[in-house]
């Protein structure tokens, strides 16, 4: 299918749209998300979220005051468990860079979200959905990939679908951090505490659209409840490896400007490599959800 314009129903309040792929993410083209936004805009939008995922504002002028207040509307933001990676006065407001401060020290999360994964799905309460602001994007590189898992659980194999039915994945920011951010600093004890291990269903329904998800990833899902270590990981990494295939896929390449927001309970992404020569600053705040079931 090409992508064309049509979403259905039409937006009220006279946003356009544009779809960017089969199964996930659309382009809204006429908001300038420095101002207030009216509340028609923002129930189309919130539609718009729940329907396409991913969600692309491009030629934006955010600064970290108002991304917060565009955030706000969709519920209580949450910052990053590692503080020292916030944006000064801005405790919700995340750094995702490369960027080096004049002592030398990272001023955000450098080769974040790398693997396959949906953001904070260690929390309790995961996050509804996240936004991501680029201030400055390398010219080649570092591209985002969002993947429906709407999508991907429609397609699922009976066998699978089968297995993930009942089942719980559990999700673990200090084994994802020991096992891939160890040119990072450790975490520190007090930083771990405030992340212990839980468990969330393999397979969501949406709680807007009531639509079902694959909620297991391969970054953050160490292993399945009640299952054999290395049995439970081997499962994960295959329902990963299949809600991620390209069909299921749409690719961002990143321009200063741009805002995407994405529904976490309803994709996973990933970042993508980029040369490290390049400065790479993002802004980001994450919404907090419910309880998946
Ligand atoms: C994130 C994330 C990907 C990227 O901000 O949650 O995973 O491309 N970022 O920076
Ligand atoms: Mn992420």
Redesign the pocket.
Same mark, same amino acid.
């Given at each position: 299918m090409q992508p064309s314009s049509e979403t259905f129903p039409p937006p009220r309040s006279g946003i356009r749209v544009r779809r960017l792929s089969e199964h996930i993410g659309a382009e809204i083209e006429n908001i300038d998300l420095s101002r207030p936004i009216s509340s028609a805009q923002f129930a189309d939008i919130n539609t718009l979220l729940v329907r396409h995922s991913v969600l692309v504002f491009r030629g934006q002028d955010l600064p970290p005051a108002m991304h917060v207040d565009f955030a706000s509307r969709f519920g209580r933001l949450v910052g990053h468990i590692v503080k020292r990676f916030s944006v000064d006065d801005y405790p919700e407001v995340?750094y995702?860079s490369n960027v080096r401060n004049d002592k030398g020290e990272m001023i955000g999360?450098d080769r974040?979200?790398m693997i396959w994964?949906s953001?904070m799905s260690y929390l309790p309460r995961p996050m509804l959905g996240?936004m991501?602001y680029g201030v400055e994007c390398p010219p080649e590189g570092?591209?985002?990939e969002f993947a429906s898992m709407f999508a991907a659980h429609d397609a699922l194999p009976d066998s699978m679908r089968a297995l993930l039915a009942g089942a719980k994945g559990v999700h673990d920011y200090a084994w994802h951090y020991a096992t891939y951010l160890s040119h990072r600093k450790p975490l520190t004890d007090e930083e771990k505490a405030q992340a212990p291990p839980v468990s969330h269903p393999a397979l969501r329904t949406h709680p807007e659209s009531g639509r079902k998800a694959i909620y297991v990833s391969e970054g953050l899902t160490r292993t399945l409840d009640g299952m054999e270590e290395a049995e439970g990981r081997r499962l994960v990494v295959e329902a990963s490896e299949f809600a991620t295939q390209p069909q299921f896929v749409y690719r961002h390449k990143?321009r200063s400007g741009d805002l995407v927001f994405w529904d976490n309970r309803s994709t996973m992404? /990933?970042? %993508?490599e980029f040369d490290n020569r390049y400065r790479?600053l993002?802004r /980001?705040t %994450?919404v907090e959800g419910d309880i998946p079931a």
């Open positions: 995340t995702i999360a974040a979200g994964h953001d996240s991501l570092a591209d985002t990143w992404h /990933r970042a %993508t790479r993002m /980001r %994450t």
